[in-house]
T-cell receptor, first 117, second 110 residues
């Protein structure tokens, strides 16, 4: 099956710093990728849709200036958490659909655990 | 945003028993998928059922879909301790977005 990777798998940072998380589709091209956030013992919440070559689309309540998304190529999307604070600590997961498949199955990355001190 | 509800929120059973989890959703869908997530880990895709399908099997998994009631169920037969995980349903509405339910935490006691 298709593989999506994320880097880093975990990161600890000080409050006020910015953190960049990468999402890569390893063996397929993804014009669209999705970013989710998951707090402990909760479900995945869709944050934004990342579109190659154009601006990301953010879900209601997600600050676009705080969560910067760049989809610079067909295999890479990055999420930058700017001026991170402890409340941003969460598990961030990306996904990508395999273009051309009728069933539109999503392939998920392994996630990045962010801890902001 | 979340698509809907799952019940039960938590389920504890003995090894060998069957586990049934239900999912309800709110909007029209193209397909519904079930995922498993072990604690603190990524998602594992279990099964996808299209909106024109009513039932699907994969190994010990059986998924049903009732589009008139906007609901789906996941049955795990002959459960094992290794099935302990959180299970999520997710729906795709044709816009490529996958929206997750609240999830069911399953604990299988050995």
């Amino acid at each position: 099956g298709a593989v999506v990777s994320q880097h880093p798998s975990w990161v600890i940072c000080k409050s006020g710093t910015s953190v960049k998380i990468e999402c890569r589709s390893l063996d397929f091209q993804a014009t669209t990728m999705f970013w989710y956030r998951q707090f402990p013992k909760q479900s995945l919440m869709l944050m934004a849709t990342s579109n190659e070559g154009s601006k990301a689309t953010y879900e209601q309540g997600v600050e676009k200036d705080k969560f910067l998304i760049n989809h610079a190529s067909l295999t890479l999307s990055t999420l930058t958490v700017t001026s991170a604070h402890p409340e941003d600590s969460s598990f961030y997961i990306c996904s990508a659909p395999l273009s051309g498949r009728l069933d539109n199955e999503q392939f998920f990355g392994p996630g990045t655990r962010l801890t902001v001190l | 945003s979340q698509q809907g509800e799952e019940d039960p929120q938590a389920l504890s059973i003995q090894e060998g028993e069957n586990a049934t989890m239900n999912c309800s959703y709110k909007t029209s869908i193209n397909n519904l998928q079930w995922y498993r997530q072990n604690s603190g880990r990524g998602l594992v895709h279990l099964i996808l059922i299209r909106s024109n399908e009513r039932e699907k099997h994969s190994g010990r998994l059986r998924v049903t879909l009732d589009t008139s009631k906007k609901s789906s169920s996941l049955l795990i037969t002959a459960s094992r301790a290794a099935d302990t995980a959180s299970y999520f349903c997710a729906t795709e509405d044709g816009g490529f977005k996958t929206i997750f339910g609240a999830g069911t935490r399953l604990f299988v006691k050995a």
